[in-house]
Every structure is written in C-alpha cells, then in structure tokens.
C-alpha cells in the first residue's frame, strides 16, 4: 500500500497533451457562453475534472512509473488510457462542443472537416469500432510495440497519447452529432459489438494462460524481483487486469448501442405517427371540401 501512494513519475508528453487539451475545452466552453449558448455543467466536470485528470493521475502515479518493472503496471496504464479514459471524455460530447463554439469561423470549418472526413467515419464507424478498440491491447502486447516502448522513452510517450486518441476516435459514434450518421442497422451494430464481447476475453486468456513471456522476456530481466517464475505470475496478473477491464467496459457500450437503437426507433415510431396525422388530416379538410362542393 506504501508503494501506491508513493510511487510516481513525470510523465512530459501526455501531461502537456493532457492539459492543453483541458484549457482548450474550458475556452471552447467560455467562447460559446460568450455567445449566448449554453453547455451542460456535467460534461465539463466529466472532461476537465475527470477524464483529462485521469490521464495525468495514470501516466504519473504507480501504472506509469512502474510501467517498466511491472508488466500489470504497464497493463493497467494500457487498459485506462485506451479504454476507461476515452469513455469518460466521449460523454463530455468535446467534437460536438467544438463545432458549436466554432460555428461559422474558419476554424470551425477546419475542426469540422477533420471529423467529417473519411478517416474519422472509418475508425468511428460502428461496425469497425469495437474491432479497433480490441486491437488497440492486442497491437501493443502482441506485436514488437511493447517491447519497442519499453526500450525507447519516445515511443513510449507517443504510445500513452495515442492510446487516448484512437480510444476517443473509436467511441465518437457513441455520442449524438459528435461524427457523421454512419447509417448502419443499430441492429448490425449491437451484434458486432456482442461478437466483440466474446472475442476480447482472448487476449487477456492468452496471457493469463500462457507460459511463454512476453516483450522478449523483458520483465524477466528488468521486472522488480525478476526472474522467469515471478515474471510469468506477474504476466497472468496483467491478463486478468486485461480480461475484467476489457469484458466491463464493453458492457457498456453494447449497452449505449442499445440505447440508441432504442431512441432511433421511437424517432422514427415519432416521425410514423406524423405522417399518418397529416395523410388523416390532408384526407380529413378532402372530406371537408367535398361536402362543402356538394
């Protein structure tokens, strides 16, 4: 317990990322009350004194400074950054703020473009992100990333914001307004998301199961104690951080496409009823006019 409350580091890149991005958002936020709009209380909250906080808190407290020792530090940082973090930001809707506080500047376009772009659809699309946000963990643990990060100071501070980034991009379409209306069945969109639920216990599985080490045997050599026996108890504890943080935040977001797939269909039960009051009200003053001609 001493080693959690005392254990930190600074982290430069995604402390300064982290907040930029913060004052960025509290500007956007006064610019759109300076012209009269509003922003609701909570999202700021949820940006500026949840999300963006997290990142700081992760990056430098125990799962960023004991990243290199630790393979379940390293694997807690992932899974926060990757997956936690963009959830909570995706709720403060900041593409969405972006765009209203912009709104007819040529900044406002530029923001606009980029969210609007090929790019952005693609990696938000609904059928494409929960492939992206499994493959985020997978690309790190199971490829040369990992160990490259754990070699080189740079790359590890570009893997922490890139994390968040791709993280966000991925859970965008989660949000009204934030992305373009992807027009996929939510239908076809729930089953990907259940499909995924079942695939991302692999990865964790993998590594909680498996004997062989990963990132070249690196916390074999370098981990606190070290050896090939702890580092393999360590791997299985970084499997399981990833299996259960991995299944419990899916939930949600099979959840959220629910939900929207349930406000989708009253929206249009709403625009139904419309039309058939106008057709019965059109064939209603039909009636009308008849009689009257009669």
């Known amino acids: 317990m001493s080693e959690l409350l005392t254990t930190w580091t600074f982290a430069p890149l995604p402390t300064l990322v982290a907040v930029a991005a913060a004052?960025?958002?509290?500007?956007?936020?006064?610019?759109?009350?300076?012209?009269?709009?509003?922003?609701?209380?909570?999202?700021?909250?949820?940006v500026a004194g949840i999300g963006l906080p997290l990142v700081v808190l992760t990056v430098s407290w125990w799962p960023g400074a004991r990243s290199h020792q630790l393979f379940s530090a390293y694997m807690t940082q992932l899974v926060v950054l990757a997956l936690v973090v963009p959830a909570i930001l995706v709720l403060g809707a900041p593409v969405?703020?972006?765009?209203?506080?912009?709104?007819?500047?040529?900044?406002?376009?530029?923001?606009?473009?980029?969210?609007?772009s090929r790019v952005t659809r693609f990696l938000s699309h609904p059928l494409f992100t929960p492939l992206l946000l499994l493959a985020l963990p997978c690309v790190v643990v199971f490829t040369p990333v990992m160990l490259t990060t754990l070699q080189n100071a740079a790359a590890y501070s570009a893997m922490q914001v890139l994390l968040v980034v791709f993280g966000l991009?991925?859970?965008?379409?989660?949000?009204d307004d934030q992305v373009p209306d992807s027009g996929v069945p939510h239908a076809a969109a729930a089953f990907v998301a259940f499909f995924e639920l079942i695939l991302d216990a692999i990865p964790g599985i993998i590594l909680f199961f498996t004997t062989a080490l990963f990132a070249g045997g690196w916390y074999a050599v370098h981990g606190d104690p070290g050896g090939v026996e702890w580092a393999q108890s360590d791997q299985r504890a970084a499997g399981a951080i990833l299996w259960a943080v991995g299944e419990a935040i899916d939930l949600p977001f099979l959840i959220a496409i629910v939900v929207l797939w349930m406000r989708a269909d009253a929206e249009e039960a709403r625009r139904q009823d419309a039309l058939l009051d106008a057709q019965e009200e059109a064939a209603r003053r039909a009636r009308e006019f008849l009689a009257d001609d009669a």
Not at 27 to 34: D, E, G, T, Y
Not at 96 to 116: I, K, N, Q, T, Y
Not at 170 to 175: D, N, P, S
């Open 96 to 116: 969405r703020l972006g765009r209203r506080a912009l709104e007819g500047s040529p900044s406002g376009a530029r923001w606009s473009a980029v969210f609007d």
């Open 169 to 175: 991009v991925a859970v965008l379409g989660f949000i």
């Open 23 to 46: 004052v960025a958002y509290l500007a956007a936020v006064r610019r759109l009350h300076r012209q009269g709009g509003t922003w609701p209380w909570w999202r700021t909250l949820l």
